[in-house]
């Protein structure tokens, strides 16, 4: 979309892997995370009518919520839930049958840290943000988001309900060797952090609805809400992610999953977004997305990789003994006995330290893996606080310990579990 008009739109490849079932720009996808962002107008539109207060107790609407660990359910809001700052953990299971009214009935999790401190994505945190708004509106969820959002943008064949996705053209996602139905992994508790399937044109309608401010007219201010603290620098909104590339702003967020990714990226101040889905589940979109908007807007100012490095000889601010009852326990860093570099031991019994690279500032990884990237996130004053990662948040307590032995290290640099490979200069949402 450039300047409120459909620029271009085009599809390759087939509905299904293997199949001649062409695949159309009107075929019906799965966008997966990029569902959050029609969430996140929902709850603005009700906001703005006072129907909702999004810095209010989410208990206000749920009091029934409980939640193990030190923290309240009355410590949470939905400005939390929107922002990725809840410190819910982001454990779940697609194959489920909960419904989302029934699913906040239940005991949750102890929360990872204390709410509004940390970013650290979390789906479980915008189910958390659709109950409230089913329960502020008495309307089912996805009647909810079908008037609140979808049919104001035009959006004719997007919905988050899957029984319906079988009345248009819809692709069978693919990966490894599995394909995905619509229908095979529907966890209506999770509807509000996924599950919104629909046509890359009806995508293109939402960019310009979002661009435009048709659907929220202070669409801007809810792009950054909350430092990252990833190499990008990038500021995480209400399902919104921000960066800077030169002088140019980008906004945008992805998605991935059932056989599908799919990426919405966007240049508020040019009236531009591109919004790219593919149902493999092994091609990142992010590329050709990046590629699109320096075609029509021209070449970007990326960031050079080597700009974002700090000195080793100030890594001495991260070092010290984090702690994670809930998680991955004990956390030691330090610095080498004879070298400058970072390393980190976890309490596994194996007492085995591992080598931390830098990919940027504060972001480090022992592991080379989208999702494994550590983040050391800092108090107002600068003090480093937590040492975070999208599995698991531990908490710096005592001062640094002694340096790892030299035969008790090991490097890995290989894909771990949770692989996610980034594109070059890709956000890590």
């Not at 779940?92 to 029934?102: H, K």
């Not at 309900?161 to 053209?169: G, L």
């Not at 995508?203 to 909350?226: C, K, N």
């Not at 599908?260 to 590329?287: C, E, I, K």
Request: charged share 20%; net charge negative; glycine share 10%.
């Amino acid at each position: 979309m450039l300047e409120g008009q459909l620029a271009y739109s085009h599809a390759l490849g087939y509905a299904t892997y293997g199949s001649d079932i062409p695949l159309t720009a009107d075929t019906v996808m799965r966008w997966n995370s990029v569902s959050k962002m029609h969430v996140a107008l929902a709850a603005q539109q009700l906001a703005d009518e006072g129907v909702v207060d999004l810095d209010a107790p989410v208990t206000d609407w749920l009091p029934e919520i409980d939640i193990a660990g030190d923290y309240e359910a009355f410590d949470l809001s939905i400005h939390d839930a929107l922002s990725h700052t809840t410190a819910l953990p982001d454990t779940w299971d697609t194959q489920c049958t909960r419904e989302l009214d029934v699913a906040w009935l239940e005991e949750q999790e102890a929360l990872h840290a204390e709410p509004g401190t940390l970013y650290n994505y979390s789906n479980v945190g915008w189910s958390l943000a659709g109950a409230v708004l089913e329960s502020a509106t008495a309307t089912e969820f996805t009647e909810l988001m079908r008037e609140r959002v979808l049919e104001p943008a035009g959006m004719e064949t997007a919905t988050f309900d899957v029984s319906e996705v079988t009345e248009h053209p819809y692709s069978i996602g693919y990966s490894d060797g599995s394909f995905y139905t619509p229908d095979l992994h529907d966890c209506p508790w999770l509807r509000p952090a996924g599950w919104l399937h629909g046509s890359v044109i009806d995508l293109a309608y939402s960019v310009e609805a979002q661009l435009s401010g048709a659907l929220v007219e202070d669409w801007g201010a809810m792009h950054e809400q909350h430092p990252t603290y990833t190499s990008s620098r990038s500021e995480a909104g209400y399902s919104y992610f921000t960066w800077q590339e030169g002088e140019v702003t980008l906004v945008g967020h992805g998605g991935s999953g059932g056989g599908h990714r799919s990426y919405v990226l966007m240049v508020p101040d040019q009236d531009f977004g591109v919004v790219v889905a593919t149902n493999s589940g092994t091609w990142n979109p992010y590329g050709l997305a990046h590629s699109a908007v320096e075609h029509f807007l021209g070449e970007l100012e990326t960031s050079d990789p080597e700009e974002m490095r700090t000195d080793p000889a100030g890594w001495d601010v991260y070092t010290g003994l984090y702690q994670d009852p809930d998680g991955a326990g004990e956390v030691q860093v330090s610095l080498g006995a004879s070298d400058p570099y970072l390393y980190v031991r976890f309490n596994d019994g194996s007492n085995t330290w591992y080598r931390m690279y830098q990919d940027g500032r504060d972001e480090f990884f022992f592991v080379s893996s989208g999702w494994n990237y550590i983040r050391f996130v800092p108090e107002d004053d600068g003090t480093i606080r937590y040492f975070a990662n999208r599995w698991y948040v531990a908490e710096r307590g005592a001062p640094e310990g002694p340096p790892p032995p030299a035969d008790r290290v090991e490097e890995l640099i290989a894909k771990g579990s949770h692989a996610q490979p980034r594109e070059p200069g890709e956000p890590l949402f």
